[in-house]
């Protein structure tokens, strides 16, 4: 139980030092002479010591990364040179503060695991960081993360107003992605995220929608360039603070009509084959909302 308290200020310093940004850099080495641990005399050699070693994230959110920092000390009586760290996929580990990943007896290092959630599926994650070093015992140590990735959604807990969505930190999501992109590509990074394929409870009606496609160009140019007061469809023109010019909505407006043309074709050849709807492209593509 002794070693626990002992255990405890260390931890206390560093977050105290990470959270002010105040690692010594005069004396280096006096982070570690200002948190010794208990080096055990009686064995001889590095001896690679966790504190704690899982950690549980809870819930992480699509798009963005769970960092989580583990205390390693050395309570051998020789220098503990960690010779790598290998993350199971899906993340990535760094050794902080330690020349050359050597820690001294009685010193302790932090070891930061990162997991990025971007592009991961919803679900469940397990990973693991295996740290090889020339520790007497445990020579292959590891460390854990868990933790559930969740949708991105969750930035939205609340229904969020429109204005800033395409700044700051906004901009990762609602504008980053379309940057250089034209036509389908573009659509993809800017629209998509409201107006997906998937009947993903998304706010706007997806593409393949009569609510999409019954415009004329010039109105969908007119809604992108203006979008929908009172509605959650942004106004993406430059005059409007928008991230798009005329050249890219121009571009959203062709891959559009295309993809109508296309809708409409495979909706004559579906009736021309007997299907007893005669239908027109309009209801036969209504979207369920
Ligand atoms: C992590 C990515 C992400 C960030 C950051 C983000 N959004 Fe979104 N936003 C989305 C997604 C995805 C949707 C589509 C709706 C959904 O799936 O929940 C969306 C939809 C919206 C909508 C449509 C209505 C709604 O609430 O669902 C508005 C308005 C909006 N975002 C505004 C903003 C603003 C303002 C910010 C910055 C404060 C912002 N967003 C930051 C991903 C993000
Ligand atoms: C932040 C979410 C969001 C983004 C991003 C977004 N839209 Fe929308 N859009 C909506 C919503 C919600 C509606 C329905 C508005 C209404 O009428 O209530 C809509 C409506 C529309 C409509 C008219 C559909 C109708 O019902 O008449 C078009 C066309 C459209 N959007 C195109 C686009 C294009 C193209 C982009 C990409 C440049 C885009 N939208 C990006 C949310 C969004």
Redesign the pocket.
């Known amino acids: 139980m002794k070693s626990r308290i002992l255990y405890a200020l260390p931890a206390l310093l560093f977050a105290a030092f990470v959270a002010y940004g105040l690692l010594p850099s005069p004396q280096a080495g006096g982070l570690h002479a200002a948190s010794p641990v208990p080096v055990d005399t009686t064995k001889k050699g590095a001896q690679i010591k966790i504190a704690e070693d899982s950690y549980d994230f809870h819930d992480i959110e699509q798009g963005t990364k769970a960092e989580h920092i583990f205390l390693i000390s050395n309570v051998g009586t020789d220098t503990l040179v960690i010779t790598s760290t290998r993350p199971s996929c899906g993340c990535t580990a760094a050794v902080l503060d330690a020349k050359e990943n050597k820690i001294p007896p009685g010193a302790t290092s932090r070891l930061k695991v990162t997991f990025d959630a971007n592009n991961k599926p919803e679900g469940p994650i397990q990973k693991s960081v295996t740290i090889t070093s020339n520790s007497k015992e445990n020579a292959d140590a590891m460390v854990r993360i868990q933790g559930r990735v969740v949708k991105s959604k969750l930035a939205h807990k609340t229904m969020m107003h429109l204005d800033g ?1 395409f700044q700051g930190d906004c901009a990762k999501c ?1 504008v980053d992605k379309g940057k250089g992109e034209l036509g389908a590509r573009l ?1 993809e990074a ?2 998509a ?3 997906g394929s998937k009947a993903d409870d998304k ?3 997806e593409l393949a929608s009569e ?2 496609l019954k ?1 004329t160009p010039k109105q ?1 140019e007119h ?2 360039a203006d979008g ?1 007061p009172n ?4 106004a ?1 023109h430059i005059r409007n603070k928008g991230p ?1 010019s005329d050249e890219e909505i121009a571009s ?1 407006v062709e891959y ?1 009509g295309a993809f109508k043309k296309e809708a409409e074709r495979n909706n004559m050849l579906k009736s021309t084959t007997g299907s007893t709807s005669t239908g027109s492209a309009a209801n036969k593509t209504t979207a369920k909302r």
């Not at 509605?231 to 942004?234: D, F, G, I, N, T």
């Open positions: 969505i609602h659509f800017d629209c995220i409201c107006h706010p706007g009606p609510a999409m415009h969908w809604i992108i929908i509605s959650a469809m942004p993406f798009l959203l559009m």
